[in-house]
């Protein structure tokens, strides 16, 4: 098959508004990193990197137009996110779920919609899928009750879209409900090794009521057909769990290019210690890790890119990706996911001992990657299975979400 790296209907305007959010991302490179380490040991990511990514119009790249939003597609999502993660995961991570959940609210009925960003278009939505809560009938709506966790942005959301469980006639069916943050309460349970600074909490909810029109039913969502109304917009026709998975590898592919930079500006002053070598950058051993590494986020990217490429290009053609393309896309999320990550374990090993200094961002970028890509929706291995299964003709044995 043909291996593409962006859509071919994409235009002009549509890469030079990319290149141009890249660039916004740029230049907040030095603040982030700035506050790299405070958001890791505060657990938060700082209020200001929010509001400089904010004000650069890089938490609206998936917000609908009609509110003001950039409606962009997911090549620009993960590059967006990759450029953040330059500088600190933490941000990265936090505003590709920022960003991702303002796609999800995108595919509610317009009334939903509206009550989310009629009024206020800057407000910003957090989540959790995972099924942790139930819903049940009532007057007016439906009532939900629950605990949802990791709630990744949540500290800087003003709404939340959670999964629960609605009992229906035929049984339990998975949905998702948007909810008000003020109608939650916020549990501090992120105590982690990495991604700290993303305060991906517990978020709990005592009985509160949902209109009907804040719901969205996960079955229907898994075969791309979606209550918005505006089904003529590209962007929102896009695959559910392709989409879900791809853009936390926007994350990974910022974090291992990041150690690449590092090692390799370091290299030439570092000595190679108990060896006649001057400098790290003359050993055979370096030079050798480091192409190792180099090709592993090259590959990171190829696979990210294509699959991109391939969500995007569908949504625009307004045709829902079948099976075994699905499944494909998910192995390709994971392939990124593993190279960017094992890229980051050769460089430490190439950078030395001092990799785990706590003044060095070497471990941070190691301790945010090792966790980020640890997500239950990149998991490679599930995500080999399900390939595997499917290049031999086995399809919806592993999990739903493909």
């Known amino acids: 098959m043909p291996i593409t790296l962006d859509r071919p209907g994409a235009s002009t305007a549509d890469r030079e508004l990319r290149a141009e959010l890249v660039d916004r991302a740029a230049k907040l490179l030095p603040l982030l990193a700035g506050n790299a380490d405070r958001t890791d040991r505060d657990r938060l990511v700082v209020k200001e990197n929010i509001d400089a990514i904010a004000g650069a119009g890089l938490l609206s790249i998936l917000q609908p137009a009609r509110y003001g939003g950039l409606q962009t597609d997911f090549r620009t999502c993960l590059e967006v996110s990759r450029e953040i993660a330059r500088a600190c995961g933490s941000t990265?991570?936090?505003?590709?779920?920022?960003?991702?959940?303002?796609?999800?609210?995108?595919?509610?009925?317009?009334?939903?919609?509206?009550?989310?960003?009629?009024?206020?278009?800057?407000?910003?939505?957090?989540?959790?899928?995972?099924?942790?809560?139930?819903a049940r009938e009532a007057d007016g709506g439906i009532v939900v009750s629950g605990r949802w966790s990791p709630a990744s942005g949540s500290a800087h959301a003003q709404w939340a879209i959670l999964g629960v469980l609605r009992g229906t006639g035929d049984g339990l069916e998975p949905g998702l409900v948007l909810v008000p943050m003020?109608?939650?309460?916020?549990?501090?349970?992120?105590?982690?090794?990495?991604?700290?600074?993303?305060?991906?909490?517990?978020?709990?909810?005592?009985?509160?009521?949902?209109?009907?029109?804040?719901?969205?039913?996960?079955?229907?969502?898994?075969?791309?057909?979606?209550?918005?109304?505006?089904?003529?917009?590209?962007?929102?026709?896009?695959?559910?769990?392709?989409?879900?998975?791809l853009v936390l590898a926007g994350p990974q592919l910022g974090l291992a290019q990041a150690a690449l930079d590092l090692v390799v500006e370091k290299a030439p002053h570092r000595k190679m210690t108990y060896t006649f070598y001057d400098s790290q950058s003359a050993a055979p051993t370096t030079q050798l890790a480091l192409a190792q590494a180099a090709s592993l986020i090259d590959s990171a990217h190829l696979h990210a890119y294509r699959a991109a490429a391939e969500i995007d290009e569908a949504a625009a053609r307004g045709t829902y990706p079948g099976y075994d393309a699905r499944a494909r896309l998910r192995m390709d999320t994971g392939v990124a996911a593993v190279n960017a990550r094992e890229a980051i374990r050769i460089l430490m090993s190439a950078h030395g001992a001092g990799s785990f200094a706590e003044a060095n961002p070497l471990q941070r970028i190691w301790r945010d990657s090792e966790t980020g890509s640890r997500h239950a929706i990149v998991s490679p291995e599930v995500s080999a299975e399900v390939y595997g299964k499917s290049l031999l003709g086995i399809r919806g044995t592993v999990t739903d979400l493909v």
């Open 182 to 245: 003020a109608e939650l309460a916020v549990e501090d349970t992120w105590f982690v090794a990495g991604m700290r600074g993303t305060a991906s909490n517990t978020l709990a909810a005592d009985e509160v009521l949902v209109p009907g029109h804040r719901y969205l039913a996960m079955p229907d969502a898994l075969e791309g057909r979606y209550p918005t109304p505006h089904t003529d917009v590209a962007l929102y026709r896009s695959a559910f769990v392709p989409v879900s998975a």
């Open 92 to 134: 990265a991570w936090s505003t590709t779920l920022l960003n991702v959940c303002a796609w999800y609210a995108g595919l509610f009925p317009g009334q939903a919609q509206d009550d989310i960003w009629a009024r206020e278009p800057g407000t910003r939505i957090a989540g959790v899928l995972a099924p942790t809560g139930t």
